[in-house]
């Protein structure tokens, strides 16, 4: 099993304002990047709810987000999340690629089984009596989603898929060069009980920026991602730039990593020789240790074991 911590949501440039972490009910609200203007989806982030109350569009003014109105067509990708939005009976997590990012996933050859680790740009975000409103010095990247691999579905302009899958953006806008749809298995390979796409509850092992580092691209994880290690994650193969600054260091119980500005799809491989014989991998699904919002609380650790 492959391993794909994947960008998604609001960052820098698309949407422009982190996600809101809810400090009170450690929800982590990643908010879908816009689509383009010559697109609509159908589905507007006034249509997005984070509760029966309150909207995504909602939530935005609160925080202080102007820029979008309830005109605005929402990239609902990936959509794995079955609360926030209106479903047909057989609605199934999808997250849908295209171009040079599905090119890489490709030559990556991801495939039934791999799990998608989705993570974002996060603020903390505190309940008041006008809303929650974002809390300073506070950004950081955090994993705050899954999905694991059931089916690879191709999509063309002549194809016939199913009606369930039409409002994705990926089946309702197919003019995109290589364009891909990954679907949810039903469950978790490693453990039936568990859905097999869903998000996360905040947990301190979700945070990938390091503790105290203002840069939220620099990341501090477990020692065996250290490429030295045999884990090999893509765009961070290099130990030191083409400048000469470091991008690994290795110490005694952890790695820091300097991770790129760019790039959606961090593909991660491991040694079988890493941890004890177990895959790198499935090390890392254990290392989460977290709970998530919905069916019930599960925890992975580094024991092997779900909890």
Not at 80 to 105: C, Y
Not at 251 to 263: E, F, M, N, P, T
Request: charged share 20%; glycine share 10%.
């Amino acid at each position: 099993m492959k391993v794909i911590l994947s960008r998604k949501g609001f960052d820098s440039s698309a949407g422009g304002y982190p996600s809101p972490h809810f400090v009170d009910s450690g929800r982590l609200i990643s908010f879908p990047i816009p689509d383009d203007e010559m697109v609509d989806t159908g589905i507007r982030y006034s249509d997005l709810m984070v509760d029966q109350s309150l909207s995504y569009l909602d939530l935005m003014r609160q925080l202080g987000i102007k820029k979008y109105s309830d005109g605005t067509s929402v990239h609902l990708d990936p959509d794995i999340n079955a609360s926030v939005f209106k479903r047909n009976t057989e609605w199934q997590g999808i997250f849908g690629q295209s171009s040079a990012a599905q090119a890489h996933l490709l030559r990556k050859k991801i495939q039934v089984g791999d799990l998608f680790l989705f993570f974002g740009w996060f603020k903390d975000a505190v309940r008041t009596t006008s809303g929650y409103r974002y809390k300073n010095g506070t950004h950081r990247h955090i994993v705050w989603g899954y999905m694991q691999v059931g089916e690879i579905e191709s999509i063309d302009g002549a194809g016939q898929y199913d009606v369930w899958k039409l409002s994705h953006p990926h089946y309702k806008c197919r003019d995109r060069e290589m364009n891909t749809a990954y679907i949810a298995a039903p469950s978790l390979s490693f453990d039936s009980s568990i859905p097999g796409c869903g998000t996360f509850k905040f947990g301190n092992p979700l945070v990938l920026t390091q503790t105290g580092q203002r840069k939220r691209s620099v990341w501090q994880l477990p020692r065996y991602f250290h490429p030295s290690l045999g884990t090999r994650m893509s765009y961070h193969e290099d130990l030191y730039s083409k400048s000469g600054k470091p991008v690994w260091e290795l110490h005694d119980g952890h790695c820091i990593l300097q991770s790129v500005g760019r790039g959606q799809e961090f593909v991660i491989e491991g040694n079988v020789e890493v941890g004890e014989g177990l895959d790198t991998a499935a090390i890392l699904v254990r290392f989460m240790k977290v709970s998530q919002s919905r069916p019930r609380s599960v925890h992975f650790s580094l024991d092997g074991r779900v909890h």
